[in-house]
């Protein structure tokens, strides 16, 4: 019996009998014996025609490397879908006097993050961000607000809030001590306590000044969220602030290494 045929036959018998199998009551097509058999045959036929293990590698690899090019084909359509909205909301992104920004204001980069305080990816990503922010500080760091788990766990609006309200009482400086320190507290998940945000914002110099309300700056970033079409947290965007183009920027919708910021740093940093 030819190879391609003796395979389709095998093939084919399998499949008729594990569909009868399904159909059927939950009765064994075989018996442990005859299963037993069955795979020595196979193992005796494999031993003797290796070719078929090779054609078999051939065919997963070719498989495996068809996915792949797939799968950078709908990444490449997606950061193209994601660079069209950044560039259509600019101005929301880059000049908003509301969103705390840390940096030179004459920078020619930007690192725009979509954060929310109770998230396990923003914490894992925090530190990346924190070597950036050390290794380029020439880039502009802006921190968008984004409390989405606030209908599960209440202090993730808390800290946000308490957030904006150090930017507004302190600065750039302080705001980035309190980030930092929320995110040290290595809490998230819902296990962010009041006394956590509290200190945090003791170690920024902030003190109560009353009640405050800042329901419109979350509005306004979870709107813009929206319109990038972000699903989630963290949602980091890398761009020049001037002469964006789908070439120069960089979506990034999840945690990622410094590395991976890096390059993106240094794709949006090259001159059109």
Same mark, same amino acid.
């Given at each position: ?5 003796? &395979?389709?036959?095998?093939? &084919? ?6 569909? =009868? ?25 494999? =031993?003797? /025609? ?70 396990? /990816?923003?914490?894992? =990503? ?9 290794? /380029? ?9 984004? @409390? ?27 705001? =980035? ?37 800042? &329901? ?16 989630? &947290? ?37 001159? @059109?």
């Amino acid at each position: 019996m030819k190879l391609n045929t003796l &395979t389709s036959f095998i093939v &084919t018998t399998y499949i008729c009998f594990n569909s =009868v199998a399904q159909a059927s009551a939950p009765q064994p097509v075989f018996t442990p014996a005859q299963e037993a058999r069955i795979g020595e045959i196979a193992a005796e036929y494999l =031993v003797s /025609h290796p070719e078929v293990l090779v054609a078999v590698s051939q065919k997963l690899q070719a498989q495996q490397e068809a996915r792949q090019q797939l799968q950078a084909q709908q990444e490449a359509r997606q950061q193209l879908q994601f660079a069209v909205r950044v560039m259509d909301n600019q101005v929301a992104l880059l000049n908003d006097t509301d969103t705390p920004a840390f940096g030179p204001e004459n920078a020619s980069v930007a690192v725009i993050e979509f954060f929310d305080y109770q998230c396990v /990816h923003c914490s894992s =990503v925090a530190p990346e961000l924190e070597k950036m922010m050390k290794t /380029h500080p020439d880039v502009r760091y802006i921190f968008k607000e984004w @409390p989405i788990f606030a209908d599960r766990w209440e202090n993730s609006r808390a800290a946000a809030e308490r957030g904006l309200s150090v930017w507004k009482q302190k600065g750039a400086e302080a705001y =980035v001590t309190y980030h930092n320190a929320i995110y040290a507290t290595g809490k998230n998940e819902g296990n962010l306590t009041k006394e956590d945000i509290d200190l945090a914002a003791a170690k920024a110099g902030w003190r109560d000044s009353g009640k405050e309300s800042f &329901t419109s700056a979350l509005e306004k970033n979870d709107a813009l969220a929206k319109a990038l079409s972000l699903t989630g &947290t963290p949602g980091i965007i890398i761009m020049p602030v001037t002469g964006a183009t789908p070439k120069n920027i960089t979506v990034i919708p999840g945690a990622v290494p410094a590395e991976r910021l890096e390059a993106a740093i240094n794709k949006a940093s090259v001159s @059109p």
